[in-house]
T-cell receptor, first 115, second 111 residues
Framework: ETGVTQTPRHLVMGMTNKKSLKCEQHLGHNAMYWYKQSAKKPLELMFVYSLEERVENNSVPSRFSPECPNSSHLFLHLHTLQPEDSALYLCASSQDLGQTNEKLFFGSGTQLSVL | GEDVEQSLFLSVREGDSSVINCTYT??????LYWYKQEPGAGLQLLTY?????DMKQDQRLTVLLNKKDKHLSLRIADTQTGDSAIYFCAEKSGGYNKLIFGAGTRLAVHP
């Protein structure tokens, strides 16, 4: 148990659906991240939030919309996805941004399949 | 540009040592990390090394860093079946906490 919980664990959706991924951390961390892990590419950083403010949007298409209502919760809203968006979406948190040695704590991920 | 490379597969016999290798490109990286991902789980920090160190040992794990060649390795002594997982090398690059991950090395341990 890493202290970072993601739901759902698995999600199958059609290209016209709208769904949301949820992440919750119980570690008192101030920074949260979304990563995409697929068979074709290593871990890709998608979004970074620090104290509920987005600090990086790594050229992610607008069909992915993050939301961070407080420092413990992070959402990824999905709409009109493409089959190539099928991947494992991992949430992570760390104590703060900008620390010299900052350790990431990952959730177990949401395995997304887009039909 | 930033890039981290690893071999994709490694197969070892139970009880032998495993050595997983990684090369990186950013010479200014301050910390380098090894993460482990077991089936159906997220990544878990295994160990890390500061860039001014050559070696770090933590129980069965030994990390070696050759900064000149930008080469990092993870040695697992007395490899067990529970060590079967994907191992990711990562370097801390750029501002805040941007980690650049390799593609991961899948370690298979057989009897």
């Amino acid at each position: 148990e890493t202290g970072v919980t993601q739901t759902p664990r698995h999600l199958v959706m059609g290209m016209t659906n709208k769904k949301s991924l949820k992440c919750e951390q119980h570690l008192g961390h101030n920074a949260m991240y979304w990563y995409k892990q697929s068979a074709k590419k290593p871990l890709e950083l998608m979004f970074v939030y620090s104290l509920e403010e987005r600090v990086e949007n790594n050229s992610v298409p607008s069909r992915f919309s993050p939301e961070c209502p407080n420092s413990s919760h992070l959402f990824l809203h999905l709409h009109t996805l493409q089959p190539e968006d099928s991947a494992l979406y991992l949430c992570a948190s760390s104590q703060d941004l900008g620390q010299t040695n900052e350790k990431l704590f990952f959730g177990s991920g949401t395995q997304l399949s887009v039909l | 540009g930033e890039d981290v490379e690893q071999s994709l597969f490694l197969s070892v016999r139970e009880g032998d040592s495993s050595v997983i290798n990684c090369t990186y490109t950013d010479s200014s990286s301050t910390y380098l990390y090894w993460y482990k991902q077991e089936p159906g789980a997220g990544l878990q920090l295994l160990t890390y090394i500061f860039s001014n160190m050559d070696m770090k040992q933590d129980q069965r794990l030994t990390v070696l860093l050759n900064k000149k060649d930008k080469h990092l390795s993870l040695r697992i002594a007395d490899t067990q079946t529970g060590d079967s997982a994907i191992y990711f090398c990562a370097e801390k690059s750029g501002g805040y906490n941007k980690l650049i991950f390799g593609a991961g090395t899948r370690l298979a341990v057989h009897p």
